[in-house]
């Protein structure tokens, strides 16, 4: 098993009287994608400020890269894009970039500043001031900042914002690359769930302070999905069969949407007597898809539990 | 210290860059001329020319010692108005803090950002001043250049620095903790006005003005015990709170 990059256990955080995170405890994998989700002010921005040891955890241990997150030296291999880019407007993007690189005591600066821009496709505008840089083109210079130390750890905070969807899939496509090609860890919090779906690979919902949904995404998807199959037939199946596959044990009929009929089961059902069913009525089986819960509806059912509460 | 002056760099040039700190040098050059109109106004009401050379040295050689810390005070005003105040209102100072650096290295590398060019700028000023003065004014009179002391050389090439890193800082670390960080620069016109009226009570007296550096140092030694106790109460999380969120 791959050892955690960071580590939250039992975190707790308050200011102002206002309790902020409540028991906090994950786990982010070296290799992961980790998508952070959770609504405004559920304590995502807290979290990212703790693990960069910005502020202090009020109970509980945090552990970056094996090091406290509040010894500076921890971020020597931590990159990352905050909410505000943190970029200068009066310097040019290869100064910004030199000037954060010196901070971070990179060795041959130039030749990493040159290499991140030209990763992030800036690789002709860096003599070009900041304040000439569109929103989309300031997150990519931020990622490319986060990315000239060549980083262990990527912290990134919404780096898509503002993006056009040009820039959000050439930014996911370079996360991807980032994991599979240089062994990178990247914490992601994120709004974007069709973002998080496609690159993530674990995830974590936070809800006023608490964790609501941890774990394997798959894993995750597949526990909070109905439960169910989803049959596609050549023609829509006749309400006489529907009848029928009603009475198998342990199924319930779910929606009929032309030629697909969704099938809620239970786990100890068996799908193939469903598909045995609908071949001996002659009905033509196109295909079986085990149906999962998608992010946006475990998201959603989550946050509306909660709020519920 | 690299990561000090790393920080500190980036500021002085980003303050040299806008006009408005020319701007303001060349008011402060205006401002000599105020020494200039007292002096010759005093030397009028003088009768004999031994009185005259007596007084001229007195009054000049006293400028020695308050010209490089009032020019130098002066000018932290304008230059404590970029650094912090800029990067808490655009928001820079959180990536700033992510970075590998300790809060104290960004606290002194802001707080040598504006005591640096303030120094120099202060001493360059005084010096152009004293010799303004002399020149134009004093030698017409006395047909004699009136060196500064010893003392007061001394005063403003190691007293006064010391003086004006210490007292940045009491105002750095105020920016950085609070919320509106332009307050904190009060401090420099509190420090300019005690500066004038402590000079007018020491003219008033009689009494010499190699007072001051004793002055400076006594306040350079409370400020040093101020540094120190802020030092252990600055967090990132403080610095992090006050600003625009």
């Known amino acids: 098993m791959a050892d955690p990059v960071i580590s939250l256990e039992h975190i707790d955080k308050s200011m102002g009287g206002r309790q902020i995170l409540k028991d906090v405890t994950l786990s982010v994998m070296r290799g992961d994608i980790f998508g952070y989700l959770g609504p405004n002010g559920a304590g995502k921005t807290t979290t990212i400020r703790i693990i960069l040891g910005l502020m202090k955890a009020t109970s509980g241990t945090v552990s970056v890269l094996g090091k406290d997150a509040q010894d500076d030296n921890a971020r020597r291999k931590i990159g990352f894009v905050l909410e505000a880019d943190g970029l200068y407007d009066n310097m040019t993007a290869w100064n910004n970039l030199l000037y954060y690189a010196r901070l971070y005591g990179v060795d041959k600066p130039a030749e990493k500043i040159d290499a991140a821009l030209k990763l992030v496709g800036l690789a002709d505008r860096g003599s070009d001031k900041v304040s000439s840089y569109s929103k989309g083109m300031r997150q990519r210079l931020a990622l490319a900042r986060a990315l000239a130390p060549d980083p262990e750890l990527l912290v990134l905070d919404e780096p898509t914002a503002g993006v056009d969807p040009t820039g959000q899939i050439d930014i996911r496509e370079l996360m991807l690359d980032l994991i599979h090609k240089r062994g990178k860890t990247i914490l992601l919090s994120s709004h974007n769930l069709d973002e998080v779906q496609r690159i993530c690979n674990r995830i974590a919902l936070i809800h006023k302070g608490d964790i609501r949904l941890y774990g394997e995404k798959d894993q995750l998807q597949r526990e909070m999905g109905h439960g169910g199959v989803q049959i596609e037939t050549a023609e829509p199946v006749t309400a006489s069969l529907i009848a029928e596959i009603a009475g198998l044990p342990g199924f319930k009929v779910g929606e009929q949407d032309g030629n697909r009929l969704s099938l809620m089961n239970s786990p100890e059902a068996d799908v193939s007597a469903v598909v045995t069913l609908l071949a001996s009525r002659g009905a033509r089986i196109e295909g079986v898809k085990k149906q999962e819960a998608s992010l946006e509806e475990m998201y959603t059912t989550i946050v509306r539990e909660a709020e519920r509460k | ?245």
């Open chain 2, 1 to 245: 210290m690299n990561k000090i002056w790393i920080i500190a760099r980036k500021d002085i040039r980003e303050a040299f860059r806008s006009r408005s700190t020319y701007v303001f040098i060349l008011v402060m050059m205006f401002v000599s001329l105020n020494y200039a109109q007292a002096y010759t106004k005093a030397i009028d009401s003088l009768s004999s020319p031994q009185l005259v050379d007596e007084f001229s040295r007195r009054f000049v050689s006293g400028l020695a010692y308050i010209l490089p810390m009032m020019y130098s005070i002066f000018v932290c005003s304008i230059f404590a108005t970029y650094s912090v105040i800029v990067d808490k209102a655009k928001r820079n100072i959180e990536s700033l803090m992510a970075t590998p650096i300790s809060i104290t290295q960004l606290w002194l590398g802001k707080s040598l950002a504006v005591t640096l060019p303030s120094v120099l700028v202060g001493l360059a000023i005084s010096v152009l001043a004293y010799l303004a003065l002399n020149f134009a004014f004093v030698i017409p009179n006395t047909h004699a250049f009136i060196f500064p002391d010893l003392l007061a050389i001394l005063s403003a090439v190691v007293i006064i620095p010391v003086l004006i890193f210490a007292v940045v800082s009491i105002v750095i670390f105020i920016q950085l903790v609070i919320s509106n960080p332009r307050i904190a620069n009060f401090i420099f016109t509190a420090i300019f006005i005690l500066l004038v009226v402590g000079v007018q009570t020491i003219g008033g007296l009689g009494v010499s003005f190699a007072f001051f550096p004793l002055v400076y140092a006594a306040i350079v030694l409370l400020c040093t015990v101020i540094d120190l106790i802020l030092s252990r109460t600055l967090t990132k999380e403080k610095v992090l709170l006050s600003s625009k969120m």
